[in-house]
């Protein structure tokens, strides 16, 4: 029975993917090739790119921007989070400007972080932490706040520290909106980091759309959309996979 359950899983999960992959082999017999590849070229262009070590060197530049911009942003939303939740007076007086910072769609400061920072890594990194430090501390603000009055009564009646308090009554409260966050947070990091490169970049997966559009590559063009969608979807399903098992391991009561 499970088998079954699982077969048929299966099948509904590639049933759009085939369906979309019949559509593209017969309108790209109908159009012309430079234009719209067929899936064979495509794949035949992948294999070549990786063979040659071009996709590999593009795919471990964005794997860096990605995991700089994405812990830096992390340590800054963290800090900013708690700072501004224990200390009430900083909440009031950056309030405004968070506001203001947080409207403003990061590839509208790309520009500036251009001149200010040439075109190179740090550019990149600057975008990533614009683009995913706000879901992190928004998320994080309000997991600090879902924790009941009723447990801040028994903390201060058991008389524990600080540290005691935040261990065992306001991180557990915390944690769900937190993982949610970083969730978020990874998927606008990988978005951003795409844009960034399509604009400001001299490697990575975006900068190699870029440059094959202009080389009029239409077939490395849809090599790196797909490397980026797979490589989205896989990071993705491990964050959240890995996200899942370490809240059962440490807080079984809020992953049930």
């Known amino acids: 029975m499970r088998s079954r359950i699982a077969g048929m899983r299966m099948i509904k999960s590639i049933f759009i993917p085939a369906v979309v992959l019949i559509v593209w082999q017969i309108v790209s017999g109908a159009v012309s090739p ?10 035949e262009t992948g294999l070549i790119m990786a063979k040659s070590g071009v996709l590999t060197e593009h795919v471990l530049s964005s794997f860096y921007r990605i995991a700089a911009g994405f812990c830096l942003s992390v340590a800054l939303a963290f800090g900013t989070a708690a700072l501004l939740y224990r200390w009430r007076l900083l909440d009031e007086l950056f309030q405004g400007t968070l506001s203001f910072m947080r409207m403003t769609p990061p590839l509208a400061l790309t520009p500036l972080l251009i001149l200010w920072l040439g075109i190179g890594d740090a550019t990149q990194i600057a975008v990533i932490v614009l683009a995913s430090f706000f879901p992190i501390y928004l998320n994080t603000r309000d997991g600090l706040s879902r924790l009941d009055a009723s447990f801040r009564e028994l903390a201060a009646s058991l008389h524990l520290s600080r540290t005691r308090t935040v261990l065992f009554f306001l991180l557990p409260a915390a944690t769900p909106s937190i993982i949610t966050g970083l969730r978020l947070s990874f998927g606008y990091s990988w978005r951003a980091l795409i844009a960034a490169e399509l604009i400001a970049a001299s ?30 979807w896989a990071l993705d399903a491990a964050f959240s996979s890995l996200s899942s098992a370490l809240l059962k391991r440490r807080f079984p009561e809020l992953a049930a």
Request: net charge negative; no cysteine; glycine share 18%.
């Open 203 to 232: 490697s990575g997966l975006g900068y190699m759309i870029m440059d094959a559009e202009q080389m009029q590559r239409a077939d490395e063009v849809i090599v790196g959309i797909l490397i980026i969608g797979f490589l989205g």
């Open 34 to 43: 430079y234009l719209l590849p067929g899936p064979g070229r495509v794949l």
